[in-house]
């Protein structure tokens, strides 16, 4: 219950935080799809932990695929893909294992199976989230190949880490024109906080060291960003595209909150500044403005998609917190161990893999829309 994502394209994690592997299940590709292994491996260790002002576990999350591929093509079966848990360490959580760790699902789960792992949290740690990624690597080729064979512009997803704790980018209207139009995945996979921008990039790490001396954790957001959706993707009443795109993005462990274009400013603006004005340029609709993010009605208008994630600061901290245990005891509790100082800076890439994955979902949603010769 609970572990699978998608309509026609399913995807079903599995695996813990200290168990054997991590893995994905994703039913529903068409088959004679090309998929690239290299370039799959190569999107999966985009999140990788064991990098500056990560986790230091280190994980090099070498896939293996184990069935729904011949030859370099999908079959149109299930394809099954696992990677190898290499760094784990149960030890460090021994001290820990009768405790409820502050802000984590510890409590929650114990409460609701009367048996967990606390290995890393089991199931609801992050590390979870790289069987996510893989199945998006996927999805991403299969976007690809779709718009290739309807002569389309591919389809770029985006995310970009803006701020954490009180460091954030200060955009000027030109600076935020570059990014949606110019930006390139590069630029942001690069720096070292995913921010493509180099003085705030470098204040933050400042700032991230500072919270590795004192021991403690940053919250943060990021910005997401879609370009090339065609018009008409997404679903009447419950499976519009923002309600798709919000499950999707807000299931990312400590992701608390999602926007969609202007988002919680729009409680600051009047109808005639919000409105996004079409107008005609030739036999093409345009829009004067992108205030809604790409999505009207729940469908996608042919703008860009874009909007916002606020991650909660990293639970897991080194300094002396107050908590109760399995006993029903009031203990102090330090939390040892390798954790992310800022858990947005590898979440901003399970925010592009999520989007991919609905994405991948509504183009082959679409072909059930109407009946064409």
């Known amino acids: 219950m609970g572990n699978s994502i998608g309509k026609i394209l399913r995807i079903t994690t599995f695996g813990e935080s200290h168990g054997p592997a991590i893995g994905a299940v994703v039913d529903g590709l068409p088959g004679n799809i090309p998929i690239d292994i290299e370039k799959l491996q190569s999107y999966v260790s985009r999140r990788r932990p064991g990098r500056r002002y990560t986790s230091p576990r ?68 992050g590390r979870e989230t790289v069987a996510r990624v893989m199945a998006a690597g996927l999805a991403e080729q299969f976007l690809d190949y779709w718009a290739e064979v309807n002569q389309r512009p591919p389809i770029q997803v985006l995310s970009w880490l803006e701020q954490i704790g009180p460091i954030k980018i200060d955009y000027t209207p030109e600076l935020w024109q570059k990014y949606l139009k110019g930006l390139k995945r590069e630029e942001i996979d690069e720096d070292p906080c995913r921010c493509p921008h180099l003085s705030t990039s470098k204040n933050m790490i400042d700032y991230l060291r500072q919270l590795q001396e004192e021991k403690d954790s940053a919250g943060s957001s990021a910005v997401w960003l879609v370009r090339n959706v065609p018009c008409g993707w997404g679903e009447p009443v419950f499976d519009k595209l923002n309600s798709r795109l919000a499950k999707a993005i807000i299931s990312i462990p400590a992701a608390k909150g999602v926007e969609f274009g202007e988002g919680f400013h729009f409680a600051n603006m009047r109808g005639s500044q919000a409105n996004d004005l079409p107008y005609m340029e030739g036999n093409q609709v345009n829009f004067r403005s992108n205030h809604s993010g790409g999505i009207w009605g729940g469908i996608s208008n042919g703008e860009y998609l874009w909007g916002r ?53 509504c183009v082959l949603n679409n072909s059930t829309a109407t009946i064409s010769n």
């Open 58 to 125: 280190q994980e090099p999350d070498n896939l293996e695929i184990l069935s729904g591929l011949y030859r370099g093509k999908t079959l149109g079966t299930p394809i099954a893909l696992i990677t190898r848990n290499i760094d784990s360490n149960a030890d460090e959580y021994k001290n820990i294992s009768s405790a409820f760790r502050p802000s984590h699902g510890d409590y929650t789960w114990q409460m609701k199976y009367k048996h967990r792992d606390p290995r890393g949290g089991g199931r609801s740690s």
């Open 309 to 361: 994630v606020v991650f909660k600061p990293t639970p897991s901290i080194g300094q002396s917190q107050k908590t109760v245990n399995i006993y029903g005891q009031d203990i102090p509790l330090i939390i040892d161990g390798r954790h992310d100082p800022c858990l947005g800076i590898r979440a901003s890439v399970v925010v592009e893999a999520m989007i991919t994955i609905v994405l991948a979902d």
